[in-house]
């Protein structure tokens, strides 16, 4: 089983920045692919980043491709979503998954219900 955390949330402004982590508990971090998910009040849960499991391929909802980018440190248990030039628009709760899977296909990992494990979110409020 994994427990996920995640932290990095807050309140910012339009055009600034946040990092969002996720950490990840046990020793088998590394055998599991990550997805990035936000939830938009009144709004169905939406995909926004997922990676595998070594960290060398990703993917990128495409409305968020140059802004937003997700990597790893599996020896830090840890993945991440760096977030630049943050609009109203992307507030929501942002929310960390995991599955253990292989990444032989990134569109497995665009639908929420592929996923196992999840954690509680983290909120994201931008202001403009």
């Known amino acids: 089983q994994v427990q996920l955390v995640e932290s990095g949330g807050g309140l910012v402004q339009a055009g600034g920045s946040l990092r969002l982590s996720c950490a990840a508990s046990?020793?088998?971090?590394?055998?599991?692919?990550m997805g990035w998910f936000r939830q938009a009040p009144g709004k169905e849960r939406e995909f926004v980043a997922s990676?595998?499991?070594?960290?060398?391929?990703?993917d990128l909802t495409d409305s968020l491709k140059g802004r937003f980018t997700i990597s790893r440190d599996n020896a830090k248990n840890t993945v991440y979503l760096q977030m630049n030039s943050l609009k109203p628009e992307d507030t929501a709760v942002y929310y960390c998954a995991a599955k253990n899977a292989d990444y032989s296909d990134s569109a497995y990992f665009r639908n929420r219900s592929f996923y196992t494990y999840w954690g509680q979110g983290t909120q994201v409020t931008v202001s403009s």
């Open positions: 046990g020793r088998t971090f590394s055998s599991y692919a």
């Open positions: 990676i595998s499991r070594g960290g060398g391929r990703s």
